[in-house]
């Protein structure tokens, strides 16, 4: 086993002193990278760094049939590996719980700001295009919420748009860029006792009690979650979207700027 | 093999992307790629993209799996459900890709001086996020880089490429077109320091002058391979000293 | 002439004794990456783990309580285990501990004694090759650590290394860049200059 080197009564003493390990302040986030198209086969491809945490989001699309419920829809499925390559505490095995929930939170996300318009995904009376996202860790140093909904959406918004002619996919050549029909990111707030950290990392996720994930756009908020045993009151919640409001305008730029 | 209708895959002697039979496509290794591993390499081998990690020597647990004179290996290799320009494909570990991890494994077997850590366990993860063919030897290739990076001490490193067979021509270093069209396919890893083979499979049509010719090719490559895999590994290094010697 | 070695790199075209080598008729080959010297035939490991020696100094942290015994973390492949009848601290779970290693099981269990309790602090995680860059030559690197920022270390053969008071943030700093450039020379000198100009 890795020794974690910090204890929580280390992390406790600086975030009481008004400090974190790597002398950010309380709401900011580590230095952002990210390098789109990394993966030519993948219709769209970003790999995203916060600070350490390393991951790609990829995006696969693909003629299938619509669902029952929604002929005239095109599908989103959105997943999220937590690779084994990423962490020692990370699994070999089917997706964990967590895996599951990252993958369902930045999914909601996509879905709900119409960052993939599903009406326009028709293709004709029986086939509507597939959109499939995936986040892959490919190194965890905390925050996989926001780093994995940044890949997701610079890869949607980099993304090329297969064409379906004669009964087959036209995935090279000269292609359209794939229109996304708005953009959220996604602020996740880590509460350590009274303490509250945008962006934490490996560290202090390690000792967090709860921890916050609000998606939003411009205007509006599009998914949030909240997770773990601890708690948030309604005035801190109130003064946590305001920041994500703040916050994710740095996000939603950088992506636009990716276009 | 491959189905639907058969590309010419020489023209002139030329193949479709322009390289001789023995030519290697181009390849690049990056090191130390996976901050919380203790060895990574990042290879681009042709359009190959693939990340190596590996963790360990750890306590090998559950307890029973537990060798008592070695260290064992456990090895992953998945291919990204991304990694291929057609269909989005299943993620996890299926048939194919559990041989692959269990053929690669074989082959850190050998090289790796497992008993200087009894009782532990060594983990190496190999994941495909391009495939172009010939990516269980791009991953073997990776994951030596890997597993050197890590300081863990081995016999020597090994280095892996394929070779095949169109029409009356061997070649060298099949990409997923050759691969899916030729008439033969041959995975082999090779020890430079000694020659040894670690891991070799083979399916199609194949003389033994074939092999012969193939295996002649897969040494020569090894002057290349290696140099990559060495160049790699010092890189990082290198790059601190230059810091100071001027 | 110094130079950096990969594994399966030939070192010398005779087979001679030099550790972390092989050898055959044609020669020695390394099994490490490392640094090689040809004059001295010294091959000194860049990366690795470390592995128990009975005698050595350790930090680690206290897993389990198991009543009769402690279990350690010692960040290796092998535990530590301290018998608790043997000692007189007090310890507890998650607790840091400093101690040595008397001698090692079969299994490569680690029996450690005269655990002594770090209190505070912070620790920090290095690759235990350069444990011994780290100390120095007769303790010089440690000791100008030590007289420039006023922080205490103990250094756990095991690549735990604990700091406390003083300017920790500055030691820390020291440690890290000794750790990234342990293979280089003049190492000593850059790192006092570093410690001198950053000095409140």
Redesign the interface.
């Known amino acids: 086993?890795?020794?974690?080197?910090?204890?929580?009564?280390?992390i406790a003493d600086l975030l009481a002193n008004g400090k974190r390990e790597d002398g950010r302040d309380f709401m900011s986030y580590r230095d952002i990278k990210v390098q789109t198209g990394?993966?030519?086969?993948?219709e769209g491809?970003a790999m995203v760094t916060f600070g350490?945490t390393?991951v790609?989001g990829?995006?696969?699309i693909?003629p299938g049939e619509p669902m029952p419920d929604k002929p005239d829809e095109g599908n989103l499925m959105t997943?999220a590996?937590l690779?084994?390559?990423?962490?020692?505490s990370f699994d070999?095995g089917?997706p964990s719980p967590d895996a599951i929930e990252l993958g369902r939170v930045i999914d909601r996300g996509i879905r709900a700001s119409n960052m993939i318009n599903p009406k326009a995904l028709v293709i004709n009376d029986e086939l509507v295009w597939?959109v499939?996202v995936?986040v892959?860790v490919?190194?965890?140093?905390g925050n996989l919420f926001d780093a994995g909904m940044f890949a997701s959406a610079a890869a949607l918004n980099t993304c090329r748009m297969p064409k379906y002619e004669d009964e087959k996919v036209i995935?090279?050549g000269n292609l359209e860029k794939f229109k996304p029909g708005g953009l959220a990111t996604s602020c996740t707030f880590a509460k350590l006792g009274k303490s509250i950290v945008l962006d934490a990392s490996g560290n202090e996720e390690a000792f967090m009690d709860a921890r916050i994930t609000i998606s939003n756009d411009e205007a509006v908020i599009r998914a949030m979650q909240k997770g773990l045993h601890g708690s948030f009151t309604n005035a801190e919640l109130e003064n946590l979207i305001d920041i994500s409001f703040n916050k994710s305008k740095e996000l939603r730029k950088m992506i636009s700027d990716l276009r | 093999m491959g189905g639907g209708e058969k590309p010419e895959l020489m023209i002139n002697g030329k193949r479709l992307d322009g390289r001789m039979p023995d030519q290697l496509r181009s390849i690049k290794i990056e090191s130390g790629v996976i901050k919380n591993a203790v060895g990574s390499a990042y290879i681009e081998w042709g359009n190959n993209k693939i990340i190596a990690a590996v963790y360990g020597p750890k306590e090998a647990l559950p307890k029973h799996v537990q060798d008592p004179e070695r260290a064992i290996i456990k090895c992953r290799y998945t291919m990204a459900p991304f990694s291929s320009l057609e269909e989005h494909g299943r993620s996890g570990p299926n048939r194919r890709s559990t041989e692959i991890s269990k053929v690669t494994k074989e082959v850190f077997e050998n090289v790796i001086m497992l008993e200087k850590f009894p009782g532990s366990e060594i983990d190496i993860f190999v994941e495909v996020l391009q495939g172009d063919g010939g990516t269980r030897a791009a991953g073997i290739t990776a994951a030596a880089v890997a597993v050197a990076a890590s300081g863990i001490p081995m016999t020597d490193i090994p280095y892996a490429v394929s070779f095949g067979k169109v029409g009356d021509t061997v070649i060298l270093d099949l990409n997923k077109i050759e691969d899916n069209y030729s008439d033969a396919d041959m995975p082999v890893a090779i020890s430079p320091r000694t020659g040894d083979i670690l891991l070799l499979q083979m399916d199609g049509t194949l003389s033994k002058d074939d092999v012969k010719a193939g295996m002649d090719m897969v040494y020569r490559a090894a002057e290349v391979i290696t140099k990559v895999q060495r160049d790699a590994l010092k890189a990082p290094y290198e790059k601190i000293s230059e810091r100071y010697t001027k | 002439m110094q130079r950096i070695v990969v594994p399966g790199e030939r070192l010398h075209d005779k087979p001679i004794r030099i550790d972390n080598t092989i050898t055959d008729n044609n020669g020695t080959y390394s099994c490490i990456l490392g640094y090689f010297d040809d004059q001295s035939k010294s091959l000194i490991p860049l990366e690795g783990l470390w592995l128990p020696k009975s005698g050595d100094t350790v930090v680690g942290i206290v897993e389990e309580d198991r009543g009769t015994t402690f279990t350690i973390n010692l960040n290796a492949p092998y535990r530590g285990l301290i018998i608790a009848r043997f000692i007189e601290t007090d310890i507890r779970a998650r607790d840091v501990i400093i101690a040595s290693i008397k001698e090692l099981e079969k299994d490569g269990t680690a029996i450690l004694v005269r655990p002594k309790r770090l209190e505070g602090g912070k620790m920090i995680s290095v690759k235990p090759s350069k444990i011994p860059r780290i100390i120095g030559k007769a303790n010089t690197m440690v000791k100008q650590i030590t007289d420039n920022t006023g922080t205490s270390l103990i250094i756990g053969l095991n690549g735990i290394i604990w700091l406390k008071g003083g300017n920790v943030d500055l030691a820390t700093k020291a440690i890290l860049q000794i750790e990234e450039e342990a293979h280089t020379s003049g190492l000593t000198d850059r790192i006092r200059e570093m410690l001198e100009a950053n000095k409140v």
Do not use: C, W
């Open positions: 086993m890795q020794i974690r080197t910090v204890t929580e009564d280390f990394i993966v030519p086969n993948a491809s350490d390393k790609i990829a995006v696969k693909s997943g590996e690779h084994p390559m990423a962490s020692e070999t089917p597939s499939f995936d892959y490919l190194n965890y140093d995935r090279e």
